[in-house]
């Protein structure tokens, strides 16, 4: 907080607390004057309601003091007086942190334990999925959805069907985790409006979306020089890069002929972020396990925090 805001926030506590100081040690001896009849004279709704005089009641000023002590012993106690930090030394970062750390010795013995097992027997076991499920929420719903199916918006895959970008070994799920992937699909407009067009066709036609037309063996030609490179020569896609396989009718940006010619003639970007700064190596393990446990899901398992 600036001096300036901390001189204001403090003039602005000196000022309430004092007013109300001030009411506290005034209104007991204020003399009001009042008629003989025991109103002030003031009249209401044509003289129907004359205006009485009443105190406070004791227990009401009791209360006002103590809430009014309270909130001066606060003031002294915790942060709040401007940029005073108050005498126990209390910081909301500070409170964070000694819970997270007692979070971390809690939990400590059973890291330890899962630490040591593959990903699959991470995926396998019912605490090590617990814990997966809650880091799978707290950071990676929000782009692969609560129940990692993806999200086609964001180019996120779903992780349940099975299929992968980058192949199916754990090794490769739990680098995606900790180093994060750039999946770059090229952009074809420059190839002209017609071969896009085949080429959409083709794409089509590998998926067995529709046969074999005349714009989609033009695009045959096309793809062996342009696209096969990355998504191999028969379009089966290829791990290392990211490139999927585009026979399997399984869809990254879209399955549509609208979506397919958008994707070639625009281009696609996947970013998935590296999470090895901000979650330990444990923490991955266990997310490799949960993801692993995603795509291998047990049938007959109920206690699954995220797919409930
Ligand atoms: C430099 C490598 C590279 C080349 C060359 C390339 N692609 Fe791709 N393609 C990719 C990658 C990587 C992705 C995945 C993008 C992502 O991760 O979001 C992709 C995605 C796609 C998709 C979307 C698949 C889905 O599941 O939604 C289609 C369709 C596609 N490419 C078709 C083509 C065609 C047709 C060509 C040739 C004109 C081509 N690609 C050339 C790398 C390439
Ligand atoms: C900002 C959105 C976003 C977040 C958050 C995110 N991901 Fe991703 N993830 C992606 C995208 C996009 C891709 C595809 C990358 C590409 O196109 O190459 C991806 C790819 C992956 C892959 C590789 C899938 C494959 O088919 O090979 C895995 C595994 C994965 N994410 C797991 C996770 C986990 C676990 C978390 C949480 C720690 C997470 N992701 C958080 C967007 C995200």
Redesign the pocket.
Known sequence: MSNAWAWWVILLIVFNLGLTFFLFLWAPWARVPVLPDGTTGHSWAHGAIREGLHRLPGWWLFLSFVMFIGAFGYFVLYPGFGNFAGTLGWTSSQEHAQAAQANAVRLAPAMARLAKLEVAAVAADPQGRQLGAR??ID??A???GREGRGNMR????N?TDG?????DADE??AS??RDG???VMPAWESLGEQTVNQLTAYVLSLSGQIRETDDALAGKTVFAGTCSACHGPEGKGNPLL?APNLTDDIW?HGGSREAIRQTIRDGRQ????A?SGR?NAQEIHL?AGY?HHLAHPDPDEADNVARR
């Open positions: 880091l799978f950071n990676c929000a782009c692969h964001l180019g996120a895959p992780l299929d992968w970008l980058y192949g490769a799920m995606s985790i992937r750039n999946g990211g990254l996947g970013h998935m972020p999470w979650l997310l993801v």
